[in-house]
């Protein structure tokens, strides 16, 4: 099975930070990479596909980068809808796989 | 915009069957996507059960191979998850999803359904 890690497991920014989340596959799964932010009590929200693809109807405050085993979510200005929790998925081999996640609250 | 709804029992007796309906509304079961289930104990990551597409073909994590089961009705646009031989480790909030799509992405999700194990 294809093993996610993420990093880092929480953080703590202000409205307006830019933050990066990383994302690492045990191996090469090409560009084959989704991203979710998933809010307390809700079911997980696609940001991006594909690696770097921005799902319809996101903001263009989010962006994805990375191909092969690492990948990177970057959210250019924190805003206060986006104080959850980011998981990323592989989906390039089955088991599809999810990272542990990172928390981000509010400093 | 494309809408799953699970539906089914929110309590399940240890060694008992967990069965649960998504029904799809605005996209056809039909349409060229597969179907997956979801499942997420309370404070973990979100771990992938199987999926189907709607010529019937599924596919199932290795973990779960032996117990689960997952159908598509498409006369009613919906498909279906039975898991046997339940235990509490398989208490968790299940979600259906669409996807992945072709470009790979799991784009919508029901709002989910907390299924507890328990006598």
């Known amino acids: 099975d294809i093993q996610m890690t993420q990093s880092p497991s929480s953080l703590s920014a202000f409205v307006g930070d830019r933050i990066t989340v990383t994302c690492r596959a045990s191996?090469?799964?090409?560009?084959?990479l989704n991203w979710f932010r998933q809010k307390p009590g809700k079911a997980p929200e696609l940001l991006i596909y594909?690696?770097?693809s921005l799902q319809t109807g996101v903001p263009s405050r989010f962006s994805g980068s990375g191909s092969g085993t690492d990948f990177t979510l970057t959210i250019s200005s924190l805003q206060v809808e986006d104080f959850a929790t980011y998981y990323c998925?592989?989906?390039?081999?089955?088991?599809?796989?999810f990272g542990p996640g990172t928390k981000v609250d509010i400093k | 915009q494309v809408q799953l709804q699970e539906s089914g029992p929110g309590l399940v007796k240890p060694s008992g069957t967990l069965s649960l309906t998504c029904a799809v509304s605005?996209?056809?079961?039909?349409?060229?996507?597969?179907w997956s289930w979801f499942r997420q104990p309370p404070g973990k990551r979100p771990e992938w059960i199987g999926e189907?597409?709607?010529?019937?073909?599924?596919n199932y994590n290795p973990s779960l191979d032996s117990r689960v089961t997952i159908s598509v009705d498409k006369s009613k646009n919906q498909f279906s998850l039975k898991l046997s031989s339940v235990t509490a480790a398989d208490t968790a909030v299940y979600y259906c999803?669409?996807?992945?799509?072709?470009?790979?992405?799991?784009?919508?999700w029901g709002q989910g359904t907390l299924v507890t194990v328990s006598s």
């Open positions: 999803a669409r996807g992945p799509t072709s470009t790979g992405s799991v784009d919508s």
């Open positions: 594909g690696a770097s």
């Open positions: 189907i597409y709607h010529s019937g073909t599924t």
């Open positions: 605005s996209d056809s079961i039909s349409s060229p996507n597969w």
């Open positions: 998925q592989q989906i390039y081999r089955i088991p599809f796989s």
């Open positions: 191996q090469n799964i090409e560009g084959r």
